[in-house]
Nanobody
């Protein structure tokens, strides 16, 4: 079992930055592939970014590539999402997720554990 708790969301103006994090508790954090998803009001949950077990490989949705950077610190059982050049369309609840497999999947249904989400609001 893995428990995930996000923090670090908030309200920011367009062009600004935020760095939400997700702390994991439970066993064997380092063997989980981790990801960030987001869900805007009235829309389906969508993939944002994923990171491999070691942190050596990262994957991004086209909509955030070049603006967002995902990282992990296995010694702290924590992942981060550095979000720069934020746009109003980035407004959503951001969720972290974990899966036991090694491959960084983009479908929400492939992830086993989820956090409660943190709200990110970007004003124009």
């Amino acid at each position: 079992q893995v428990q995930l708790v996000e923090s670090g969301g908030g309200l920011v103006q367009a062009g600004g930055s935020l760095r939400p994090s997700c702390a994991a508790s439970g066993r064997s954090f380092s063997i989980y592939t981790m990801a960030w998803f987001r869900q805007a009001a009235g829309k389906e949950r969508e993939f944002v970014a994923a990171i491999s077990w070691t942190g050596g490989s990262t994957y991004y949705a086209e909509s955030v590539k070049g603006r967002f950077t995902m990282s992990r610190d296995n010694s702290k059982s924590t992942i981060y999402l550095q979000m720069n050049s934020l746009k109003p369309e980035d407004t959503a609840v951001y969720y972290c997720a974990a899966r036991r497999g090694a491959s960084p999947e983009v479908r929400a249904r492939d992830y086993d554990y989820w956090g409660q989400g943190t709200q990110v609001t970007v004003s124009s």
